[in-house]
């Protein structure tokens, strides 16, 4: 059974405010930010010698969250992240993957 329409639109305004959130954070922390359009990478922050790519989930991290983004394969240079934003928590928990 599907989410009610108003709760799922509700989720995709929080998901994509805490994309922009994540976002400022890195750029206040001198990375490069773009947006990505992917499946499963929202951002990528890039500094000089390190890029990172982040997917930003809400409320908890789902086990699916975590398969595509350890399946992902990328050069040793890059680092994998997952950022969870809770509701009403003003900091991001971030988990890495190898």
Not at 21 to 42: I, K, P
Not at 77 to 91: A, G, M
Request: aromatic share 6%.
């Amino acid at each position: 059974m599907s989410r009610p329409m108003m709760a799922e639109k509700t989720e995709k305004k929080r998901l994509s405010r805490a994309v922009r959130r994540a976002a400022d954070v890195l750029v206040s922390s001198n990375y490069r930010v773009t947006l990505l359009q992917g499946e499963v990478f929202n951002l990528e922050a890039l500094r000089e010698r390190e890029i990172r790519k982040i997917r930003v989930v809400i409320d908890n991290i789902e086990h699916d969250d975590e398969k595509k983004v350890g399946s992902i394969k990328l050069p040793c240079i890059c680092t994998k992240e997952i950022w969870l934003k809770k509701f009403n928590q003003k900091k991001f928990n971030i988990k890495e993957f190898p």
